[in-house]
């Protein structure tokens, strides 16, 4: 819970001056539309502004219809939206005297872009956001996760997105758990909303191999195809490639790849598959034809 304040400054990739929820992270700042508070006060509710954590109480925007990407100008800061909504582990006091809160599904999260003073009455504007396509990339490895073995194949695959383009929003290091990959999977769908995963490891024969397993338990649609034609493009490399399980699926509009874990094969597998990917996410996100 948060209080309210006359006017603040916003610190550049940082957040709210002073604010414990400031860092080096994709959630400087949280916002919430004022109308949606109102309604929410209209059940008997009775809360105050900051009683859900936001920074900004937001008259006028329904930031509910806006993609992550979109700019906000307030004052002198500008704002890049990182997330719609977010995972309660544990409810808050409103709660458990309402039954119910509207931060995790109400409630928007944005970096600070450009720092500047902010006050009660500055008016926000709404900008768009970046052409460049998001992305994310998680590595998956028990031996890399506990700082036993270092992670190659993940930053190997992040610089081929960033090479080919993409901006790489998010690079995550999971241990072979199933939970937390598929936790962490939609979280990147739908809430972060980047048009790309890409995940290296867990593809193969071990038993602690649940990559496959996890992407598809949060798939909505198969994307066969570019599972197969990477199989048998490496295939032309080595037999062994008929062994990878990794899979390639849609959720939303997010495409998500399994790739595995070596850094050769993230390279071979990437070179051959960025050239034609970029057709397919854009008709996947409504923007370009079949």
Request: charged content about 25%; some cysteine; proline content about 5%.
């Amino acid at each position: 819970e948060k209080h309210e304040i006359t006017q603040g400054r916003l610190v550049e990739n940082w957040g709210l001056e002073g604010d414990a929820h400031g860092g080096d992270w994709h959630r400087q700042i949280s916002l919430l539309s004022l109308a949606r508070v109102e309604a929410f006060n209209a059940s008997g509710a009775d809360v105050k502004p900051g009683a859900f954590g936001e920074n900004l109480l937001v008259s006028g925007i329904d930031f509910s219809g806006l993609p992550v990407g979109t700019r906000l100008k307030v004052g002198d800061a500008l704002l890049e939206l990182t997330q719609i909504g977010k995972q309660c582990h544990t409810h808050c006091k409103i709660y458990h005297r309402m039954g119910d809160c509207i931060m995790p599904r109400e409630g928007v999260f944005a970096r600070v872009l450009k720092g500047g003073m902010v006050q009660i009455g500055d008016g926000m504007e709404i900008l768009p956001g970046e052409d460049a396509p998001r992305a994310a990339v998680i590595t998956l490895s028990d031996r890399c996760s506990s700082g036993q073995r270092q992670d190659l194949g993940g930053p190997l695959a992040a610089e081929f997105l960033e090479k080919a383009g993409y901006r790489v929003d998010a690079k995550l290091l999971l241990p072979d758990e199933r939970d937390q990959l598929q936790e962490a999977l939609i979280d990147l769908c739908d809430r972060r909303q980047v048009r790309l995963i890409v995940t290296t490891g867990g593809t193969g024969f071990s038993p602690r191999d649940i990559t496959p397993e996890a992407t598809l338990a949060v798939a909505e649609r198969n994307a066969p195809g570019i599972a197969e034609a990477l199989r048998a493009e490496s295939m032309k490399t080595t037999p062994r490639a008929m062994l990878s399980r990794g899979v390639s699926v849609i959720r939303g509009r997010t495409l998500i790849v399994n790739l595995p874990g070596s850094p050769k094969a993230v390279e071979e597998y990437l070179s051959f598959l960025l050239p034609t990917l970029s057709h397919g996410l854009e008709i996947l996100s409504g923007q370009g034809d079949a």
